[in-house]
């Protein structure tokens, strides 16, 4: 009986055993816990990132993506909600969410920047850029739109690259630059106008925006 209580008992301590080596210890868990709302935390910066692009410029979101986020949300909710974080919530998922959603952002900003609107407020901008002298200056609008180019993106830089181009559009309006201007001030920037280039609607042009002293010239 003893020798066959023994066995018993091996077999179940064995068996013990085997089970508390797979479990995890409370280090381990809290490593997981920390792991889990660190992600969950970037997802929730991200989210908040795309939200302001698409209240800036809507772009197409898959159906598999948006599928991919509410599943990370659900993850999150469910720990919040009961205040731990079981096996059955893995982060996987909340990872994943965190890659789509800089796809998502690497999409919008190239949408953006090759937007019409924008890419013409740019170049224009660019092109005022040497008689402009008014505040905020061009050189700074363009900074501010072309910022969103960074790796490091936040809700302050989507709206304010936002606010820029809304401010170079309205400043491009007031000079009213027509096609012959434009060709005027192609010349400008590259250093190549010279008096010829300057006929009366240039002149007009100048005075009417407050630039005629602030054009010099200059003998090569």
Same mark, same amino acid.
């Given at each position: 009986?003893?020798?066959?209580?023994?066995?018993?008992?091996?077999?179940?301590?064995?068996?013990?055993?085997?089970?508390?080596?797979?479990?995890?210890?409370?280090?381990?868990?809290?490593?997981?816990?920390?792991?889990?709302?660190?992600?969950?935390?970037?997802?929730?910066?991200?989210?908040?990132?795309?939200?302001?692009?698409?209240?800036?410029?809507?772009?197409?979101?898959?159906?598999?993506?948006?599928?991919?986020?509410?599943?990370?949300?659900?993850?999150?909710?469910?720990?919040?909600?009961?205040?731990?974080?079981?096996?059955?919530?893995?982060?996987?998922?909340?990872?994943?969410?965190?890659?789509?959603?800089?796809?998502?952002?690497?999409?919008?900003?190239?949408?953006?920047?090759?937007?019409?609107?924008?890419?013409?407020?740019?170049?224009?901008?660019?092109?005022?850029?040497?008689?402009?002298?008014?505040?905020?200056?061009?050189?700074? $609008?363009? /900074?501010?739109?072309?910022? =969103?180019?960074?790796?490091?993106?936040?809700? *302050? +830089?989507? &709206?304010?690259? #936002?606010? %820029?181009?809304?401010?170079?559009?309205?400043?491009?309006?007031?000079?009213?630059?027509?096609?012959?201007?434009?060709?005027?001030?192609?010349?400008?920037?590259?250093?190549?106008?010279? $008096?010829? /280039?300057?006929?009366?609607? =240039?002149?007009?042009?100048?005075?009417?925006? *407050? +630039?005629? &002293?602030?054009? #010099?010239? %200059?003998?090569?």
């Amino acid at each position: 009986m003893i020798i066959e209580d023994i066995i018993d008992y091996t077999e179940n301590a064995n068996s013990l055993a085997e089970k508390l080596h797979s479990q995890e210890t409370a280090f381990e868990k809290k490593e997981r816990e920390m792991d889990f709302v660190k992600r969950f935390s970037r997802y929730v910066e991200k989210m908040a990132i795309v939200e302001a692009m698409i209240n800036v410029m809507p772009i197409i979101v898959k159906t598999s993506e948006s599928d991919i986020l509410k599943t990370a949300l659900s993850s999150g909710q469910r720990v919040y909600k009961n205040l731990q974080i079981s096996n059955a919530v893995p982060s996987n998922n909340v990872q994943d969410a965190v890659d789509v959603l800089d796809k998502i952002s690497n999409k919008w900003k190239k949408q953006f920047l090759s937007s019409v609107q924008v890419n013409e407020t740019l170049r224009m901008l660019e092109l005022v850029m040497p008689i402009y002298k008014g505040t905020p200056s061009p050189k700074d $609008l363009i /900074d501010s739109i072309q910022a =969103i180019d960074d790796d490091i993106l936040s809700v *302050d +830089l989507i &709206n304010s690259a #936002k606010d %820029s181009v809304d401010i170079g559009t309205e400043i491009l309006s007031s000079m009213e630059i027509d096609d012959d201007i434009k060709d005027f001030l192609k010349k400008v920037s590259t250093n190549s106008a010279s $008096l010829l /280039d300057v006929n009366e609607s =240039i002149l007009q042009w100048l005075g009417n925006n *407050d +630039l005629l &002293n602030k054009m #010099k010239v %200059s003998i090569n």
